[in-house]
C-alpha cells in the first residue's frame, strides 16, 4: 500500500465529504497537554465540569486513550454566520444565541460525516488488504481536539485559545478519526497572532488571566450552557443578553476575513433573535419541541429560562418586569432566584 497516496486520496474524500480542512498527527503529538490540562483543573478553571478532572489521565494522553492507534486524523467543519453575530447585542430585550447554535447540532452534522469517511478508510484500505479499526470522535470523549489539530497543521490556538486557520478564519468546528492504519503525518502549524490581543479585550466577563488561557468559570459560554444553578451575582449583569453560548472573542479576530462559508445547510440560523419575553414563557414542552435538533435542548428548559431571565435582568425594560415577577415562583430554584434578581433589576 502507498500510504503517501492513501494519504491524499483520504484528505480528497474527506473535503468530498464536506470538511474544510483535513490533517494527520500522532496520538503521542501533543507531549505538554497533559501538563496545561493539569494546571487547568488545578486552578479549578474547569468549574463544575468535573467530567473533565475525572477522565484527565485519558485526556491529556491520546497515545494512552487507544494504545493500538497509529494516526489521529483531525477535520475541520466551518459554519461560519453569514451576518455579524454581535449585531443582535444591542437588541437588549431580544435573546443573543451563539451562532455555533443556530442550526442543527453539530455534534449529529459532524459524527455521520466522520462516521461516512471512517467507513470510507476502512474500504479502501480493505482493497490493499490491510484491515484497520477506527474510532471517531467530536466534542464529547476524553479527546482534546485543539491540540491535537494544531499538530496536525489545522491551525494554531489563537490567544482565546481556540483554533485560527489561516484559510477558514476560527469558525468551524473539530472532529477526530483515530485509526491504527500507520499514515505520514502533516507539520503543526505555528502561532500567527503576533501582537495582536483583540479577542482578549473584548471579553465581556475577563475571562483570560493570560493570553492562550481561560478561566472557564467566567466565560459566558460556560455560563450559560455548563453552569447549574444560581450564576455569582457579580457575572449576571456582564451577560448582557447572551443566553446561549457567546460569540465576542471569535467574532473580532482578525483572521476571520479569510472564513469561509459554510457547506452545511444545516447550520443556517433559523433560531435568531427572539423576543425575551417569548422565550421566559416556555415550559418544558414547549422548550422541547421549539429545540428539537438544536444542541440547546441540551442544556434543558429550566437552564434555559434561567438565562433568559438574567438577560431580562439586563435589558433595561421596565415592561419586561412583570414577565419576571410572574416567573418568582418557579418550582425551579435557580429560576425563581433569577426571576426576583431581575425583578429587583428593574425596578432600578
Ligand atoms: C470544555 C470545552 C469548553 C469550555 C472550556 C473552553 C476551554 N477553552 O477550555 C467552555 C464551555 C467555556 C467552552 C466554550 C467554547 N467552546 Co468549547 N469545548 C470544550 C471541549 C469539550 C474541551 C476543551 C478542553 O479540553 N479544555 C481544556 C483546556 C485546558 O484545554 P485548551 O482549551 O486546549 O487549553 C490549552 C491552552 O490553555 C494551552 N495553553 C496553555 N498555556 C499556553 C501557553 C501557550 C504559549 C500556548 C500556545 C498554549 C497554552 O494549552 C492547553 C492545552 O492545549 C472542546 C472539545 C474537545 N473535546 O476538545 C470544545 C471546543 C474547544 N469548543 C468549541 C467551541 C466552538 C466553543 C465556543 C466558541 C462556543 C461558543 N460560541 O460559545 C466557546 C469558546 C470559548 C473560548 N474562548 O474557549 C470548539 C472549538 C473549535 C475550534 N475552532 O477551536 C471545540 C473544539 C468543540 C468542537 N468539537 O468543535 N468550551
Ligand atoms: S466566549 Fe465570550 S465570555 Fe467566553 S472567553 Fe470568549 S468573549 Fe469571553
Ligand atoms: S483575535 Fe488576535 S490574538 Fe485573538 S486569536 Fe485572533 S489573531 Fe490571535
Redesign the pocket.
Known sequence: MDRLAFRDRLKERALAEGFSAVGFCAPSA?P??AG??A???AAG??GQ?GW?AERMGW?GRPDALWPEARTVVML??VYTPEADPLAVLGCRDRAAV????QGRD?HDL?KKRLKRVGRWLIEEAGKGSVSPEIKV???????????L?AAAGI???GK?????SRELG??????AIFTTLDLPKDAGEV?HCGSCRA?LDICPTQ??P?????D?RR????L???HKGPVAEELRGLMGNRI????D??AVCPWNKFAQSAREAGYAARVGAPPLAELAGLDDAGFRARFSGSPIRRIGRDRFVRNVLYAIGNSGDAGLRPVAGGLAGDPDPAVADAARWATRILAG
Request: net charge negative; proline share 4%; with cysteine.
Open positions: 501533543i505538554e497537554a496545561r490540562l494546571a487547568f483543573v478553571r474547569h465540569m473533565m485526556r475541520a467543519e451563539s451562532c455555533y447554535a453539530y459532524v470522535f467530536v466534542d464529547t470523549a476524553p479527546v482534546m481536539e485543539k491540540p489539530a491551525g494554531w490556538q482565546h485559545t481556540n483554533l485560527v476560527s469558525w468551524f468546528f473539530l472532529g502561532d479577542c475571562a483570560f493570560a493570553p492562550y488561557q481561560l472557564a466565560c459566558i459560554s460556560y450559560t450552557i455548563e446561549y453560548g457567546c460569540d472573542c471569535l
